[in-house]
């Protein structure tokens, strides 16, 4: 008897900083299949790394900022099909605020990223056409309304780090 051939799914699992100073959020400018979006400073969770390493890694090589990780604002599921091949890709991002620190001027921004920029909430509620993707603003609502959660409630195992 022949079993059928199954796909498993599997979700893209991305990490995002949510960066406060005084009243503004920073922001990525990057080139996408869509064209020129905003997102917070995210990216995919690598092998070998906790999602708060992860986090603090994208955040530097996005916008050339360090950043400490304090609490997770939320976990999030979202579903997008890119235009220019059909893809249909599934993301489960872990949203990190924390705090930030130096800015590392001299550093060249990931491959796609544009520029950073600080933005005011209203400035970014009011380009939602400029969105990466809704969960730019659901993170930055989510973080606005007080959500915070120990950092320690997402647990790595140590088989994830080991032979890294």
């Not at 979700?11 to 917070?40: C, H, M, Y």
């Not at 999030?76 to 599934?90: A, C, H, K, W």
């Not at 959500?147 to 195992?157: G, N, S």
Request: aromatic content about 8%.
């Amino acid at each position: 008897m022949n079993k059928p051939v199954t796909t498993r799914w599997k979700p893209s699992v991305t990490v995002a900083a949510v960066i406060e100073r005084d009243g503004r959020f920073l922001l990525v400018e990057e080139q996408t299949s869509e064209g020129l979006k905003l997102n917070n400073p995210a990216g995919h969770l690598d092998p070998g790394e906790t999602p708060v390493q992860g986090c603090t890694r994208e955040a530097l090589e996005e916008s050339a900022y360090d950043f400490t990780p304090t609490a997770l604002v939320g976990v999030y599921i979202s579903r997008f099909q890119r235009s220019d091949t059909g893809d249909d890709v599934t993301y489960l991002r872990f949203a990190f605020a924390g705090e930030v620190g130096t800015h590392h001027a001299w550093r060249t921004l990931d491959d796609g990223i544009v520029r950073t920029l600080w933005m005011t909430a209203d400035e970014i509620r009011a380009c939602p056409d400029r969105h990466r993707s809704p969960l730019l603003l659901r993170c930055l609502e989510d973080y606005l309304a007080g959500k915070r959660y120990p950092l320690d409630i997402v647990y790595t195992d140590a088989s994830v780090l080991a032979g890294a």
